[in-house]
Nanobody
Framework: QVQLVESGGGLVQPGGSLRLSCAAS????????MGWYRQAPGKQREMVAT???????NYADSVKGRFTISRDNAKNTVYLQMNSLKPEDTAVYYC???????????WGQGTQVTVSS
């Protein structure tokens, strides 16, 4: 089992910044992928950014150049730095972890990000 705890969401004005954190604990395999997804009201959950254990990253086109995913291996924590936020970034943001061996996927509880003036 892997537990994921997100933090860092909140209300921010357009153009502002937020940093989300996702702390992982439990049976973390050495080969994995972690990522951030988001779900806005009435919409499907979509990928925002992913980070593989080997270091490769992937971003949704809508956030490229504005968001950065990173990790602190010592803390088993993945971050999402979000800059130049737009109202359309408003959503519940979820962290996930994928075991590279079994393919098992775990999700965090989500954190609300609201971009509004």
């Amino acid at each position: 089992q892997v537990q994921l705890v997100e933090s860092g969401g909140g209300l921010v004005q357009p153009g502002g910044s937020l940093r989300l954190s996702c702390a992982a604990s439990g049976n973390i395999f050495s080969i994995y992928a972690m990522g951030w997804y988001r779900q806005a009201p009435g919409k499907q959950r979509e990928m925002v950014a992913t980070l593989a254990s080997g270091g490769s990253t992937n971003y949704a086109d809508s956030v490229k150049g504005r968001f950065t995913i990173s990790r602190d291996n010592a803390k088993n924590t993945v971050y999402l730095q979000m800059n130049s936020l737009k109202p359309e970034d408003t959503a519940v943001y979820y962290c996930n972890y994928v075991n590279g061996l079994t393919g098992t996927i775990y999700w965090g509880q989500g954190t609300q990000v609201t971009v509004s003036s």
